[in-house]
């Protein structure tokens, strides 16, 4: 029941399908069923509850009952990253064995269908082998195997799940690829755009999905840290402009600290220990994975060459949620980019209109906590601008209250450009960076 599989149940619930949302994480269970959502998702908490006041949304611990009812499992637990980049398949371990446990004592034919992002073979090595060997019953004659990644946003989940661009159904027999497409195809009609392949080449689309996602912000900071150094350049025009050829496209070209979040990093790491496993050298990923890590020294070495030495400058960061509309810090840039600063003897000091519970998590007391932007730009000697909230649009307007005159403005998603920033020393990623030597 986490983003996944909670908005996947709220929005098949919704489509008229009778859903069991199961989760071994008792208190999770018990928030969701009272309504309340264990993270923020726009949208996502009146959609929970009207499909559980209609009956059709039954989020419970009892994994038996859930698979006794059900003909359709979808597995959407996380696929974490170890620390070695590898992905972690504890919970896909457990969860296929607990299935296998169930579909022993099961006399009907069962699809289970693998969400979870898991590299190439994945779903047949572990989830398939895992429920074999428990229930002692062979697949595609006892219980079907499936694979349908999910391509939803985290802060746009309720729409891109209530209208994906595409449904991926990887299977390798006909009668399980069928009964999935079909409960698709009542679900989201008969126009959806539904593509059918094997297992292995349905892992793959998402690895190749979010890969050449993450290549394109990649690329585009690139550009950024070369219009640094181009008196003139503004990295803006220049994604505007090459996004027009319809071959390149305007989306995932905003500059900015690099990309953070639960997936885009654990995928792009998974994906480069998957290719050296099986003996090819992936350059270009680990080039993109390369320029993402680097954002944050960029942001650093623009910050120690504007300001010398950090120790006891007060330095304020707006944002430390990964990206806007979401409470989610998970391998958030800002966060990293706060542990740099304090590390040097910087006194810090957050704003998030969302996510200052779980940065407190995180950080502790290593930081101060600003309740409103009032106060986050109080006294602030730097202010850095990280996650691109719409509130912080205006931030001119609150700064103009204080006195500027020492003040540094870093602004890594270009926010403010057209602002009136008379006063402030205003520098942005992806425009050229005077840096006054003395
Ligand atoms: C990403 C994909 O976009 C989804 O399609 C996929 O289903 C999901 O991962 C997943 O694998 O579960 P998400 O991580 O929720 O979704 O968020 P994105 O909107 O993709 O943003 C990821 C990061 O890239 C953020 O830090 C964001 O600020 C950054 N980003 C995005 C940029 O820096 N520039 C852009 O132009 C776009």
Redesign the pocket.
């Known amino acids: 029941m986490g983003?996944?599989g909670l908005t996947t149940a709220a929005i098949f619930a919704k489509r008229g399908m009778r859903v069991y949302g199961v989760d071994n994480d008792l208190t999770k269970l018990h928030m969701i069923k009272r309504s309340k959502l264990p993270f923020f998702e726009p949208g996502l908490q009146p959609l929970v509850r009207s499909a559980m006041a209609s009956g059709m949304f039954i989020p419970t611990e009892d994994l038996h009952k859930a698979i006794k009812e059900s003909s359709i499992v979808f597995i959407c637990v996380g696929t974490p990253m170890k620390q070695d980049g590898s992905v972690d398949f504890q919970y896909l371990e457990q969860v296929s064995i607990n299935l296998g446990k169930e579909i022993e004592s099961s006399d009907r034919f069962i699809v289970i269908c693998v969400k979870s992002?898991v590299p190439p073979g994945t779903s047949e090595k572990i989830v398939l082998g895992n429920i074999e060997k428990t229930s002692g019953k062979k697949c595609n004659k006892d219980f079907g195997i499936a694979m349908t990644?999910?391509?939803?946003?985290?802060?746009?989940?309720v729409s891109?799940s209530d209208n994906p661009h595409l449904i991926v159904i990887g299977s390798n027999n006909n009668k399980t690829a069928k009964i999935v497409k079909d409960l698709f195809v009542s679900i989201y009609g008969s126009k959806s755009n539904i593509l059918q392949t094997n297992i292995v080449s349905a892992e793959l689309i998402?690895y190749a999905?979010?890969s050449f996602?993450?290549t394109?912000?990649s690329f585009?900071?690139t550009i950024a840290n070369i219009c640094n150094n181009i008196p003139g350049a503004d990295v803006d025009v220049i994604a505007k402009a090459i996004g027009t050829d319809p071959r390149i496209g305007p989306?995932?070209?905003?500059?900015?600290?690099?990309?953070?979040?639960?997936?885009?990093p654990k995928?792009i790491a998974g994906f480069i220990h998957y290719c050296d496993d099986i003996g090819y050298d992936p350059i270009l990923l680990k080039a993109t994975d390369k320029v993402n890590k680097g954002q944050v020294n960029i942001i650093m070495d623009i910050l120690t060459k504007k300001l010398g030495s950090l120790e006891g400058k007060a330095i304020t960061i707006l944002g430390t949620a990964?990206?806007?509309n979401?409470d989610?810090i998970r391998?958030?840039?800002s966060i990293k980019l706060i542990f740099q600063l304090i590390a040097l003897g910087a006194n810090v000091k957050v704003h998030d209109p969302l996510a200052l519970n779980n940065t407190r998590l995180a950080l502790s007391d290593k930081v101060k906590y600003a309740s409103s932007l009032e106060s986050a730009l109080k006294d602030s000697e730097c202010i850095i601008l990280m996650?691109?909230w719409d509130e912080y649009k205006s931030i001119d307007r609150h700064l103009f209250q204080k006195d500027t005159k020492k003040c540094m403005l870093l602004d890594t998603?270009r926010l403010l450009v057209s602002a009136d920033m008379q006063g402030i020393d205003y520098v942005a990623l992806g425009r050229p960076i005077e840096i006054n030597d003395g």
């Open positions: 983003f996944v992002t990644p999910e391509f939803l946003r985290e802060g746009s989940a891109d998402k999905n979010n996602l993450a394109k912000i585009i900071n989306q995932f070209l905003a500059a900015g600290p690099g990309y953070g979040g639960s997936c885009f995928d990964f990206k806007k979401t989610d391998e958030s840039v996650t691109d998603r």
